[in-house]
C-alpha cells in the first residue's frame, strides 16, 4: 500500500514569514513528486514538481526532496494571505500517470 | 496544459437518483481520470476513463455506482447512480500526458450534495 502523509495542520504563519509544509512517502521506488494548492471550494491547481533530489524554485516557492528520507517540502517565502489554502502532496512511480494524494495540510496566513 | 471543464458544477440531488456529470477538454488527451473528494478529506481514485472500452475502477468503486463512458479522446462522463447521503462529495475530472511528464491536471470539480 503507497501512503503519502501530511500534518492536516492547520499551520498558521505571520504574513511575510516563511511557509514550510512536509510530506513523507513510503514507496521509495517513487520517481515524481508534486505540490497542488486547493482553495476551499475549488479544484486542485499544480504549483510544483520536482524529479530530483535538491531544491527547485519558482518565484516565491521552493520544492524540495529528499529521497533517501523519503520526504518532499515545501517552502513559501514572503507567505501572503492569499496562500492561505490546503496543500497537497502527491506522489507516483516513474512512468505512472496516477499519483497518490496525501490528505493535504491547511496553511493560514494571518496578517 | 489543457483546459478541463466540467458540468453541473454544483447540483443538489434526491436520494435514490443518478446524475450523470460531463467533462469535456479542449484537446485530446491520452489518460483522463475521475476522483472523488469527500469532506475533509483527500483525493480518491474511483477509475481510468479509457476511450473505446470499459473503465479501470479502483478498488471499493463498481461499475454499476459509477458507471463511465468514454466515446473519444476529448470527453467524459461519470454517472453515480442511486445516491445515498455518503455520496455527497466533489467529483473531480482529470487529465494526464500533457505538458509536464506525468503530471495530472484537474477540472473545476463537480460539487453534489444529496439530501
Known amino acids: 500500500q503507497k501512503e503519502v502523509e501530511q500534518n492536516s495542520g492547520p499551520l498558521s504563519v505571520p504574513e511575510g514569514a516563511i511557509a514550510s509544509l512536509n510530506c513523507t512517502y513510503s514507496d521509495r521506488g517513487s520517481q515524481s513528486f508534486f505540490w497542488y494548492r486547493q482553495y476551499s471550494g475549488k479544484s486542485p491547481e499544480l504549483i510544483m514538481f520536482?524529479?530530483?533530489?535538491g531544491d527547485k524554485e519558482d518565484g516565491r516557492f521552493t520544492a524540495q526532496l529528499n529521497k533517501a528520507s523519503q520526504y518532499v517540502s515545501l517552502l513559501i517565502r514572503d507567505s501572503q494571505p492569499s496562500d492561505s489554502a490546503t496543500y497537497l502532496c502527491a506522489v507516483n512511480q516513474g512512468g505512472s500517470y496516477i499519483p497518490t494524494f496525501g490528505r493535504g495540510t491547511s496553511l493560514i496566513v494571518h496578517p | 496544459s489543457a483546459v478541463i471543464s466540467q458540468k453541473p458544477s454544483r447540483d443538489i440531488c434526491q436520494r435514490g437518483t443518478s446524475l450523470t456529470i460531463q467533462c469535456q477538454v479542449d484537446s485530446q488527451v491520452t489518460m483522463m481520470f475521475w476522483y472523488r473528494q469527500q469532506p475533509g478529506q483527500s483525493l480518491t481514485l474511483i477509475a481510468t476513463a479509457n476511450q473505446g472500452s470499459e473503465a479501470t475502477y479502483e478498488s471499493g468503486f463498481v461499475i454499476d455506482k459509477f458507471p463511465i463512458s468514454r466515446p473519444n479522446l476529448t470527453f467524459s462522463t461519470l454517472t453515480v447512480s442511486n445516491m445515498s447521503p455518503e455520496d455527497s462529495s466533489i467529483y473531480l475530472c482529470s487529465v494526464g500526458g500533457t505538458g509536464n511528464g506525468n503530471t495530472i491536471y484537474f477540472g473545476e470539480g463537480s460539487w453534489l450534495t444529496v439530501v
Open positions: 520536482i524529479y530530483s533530489n
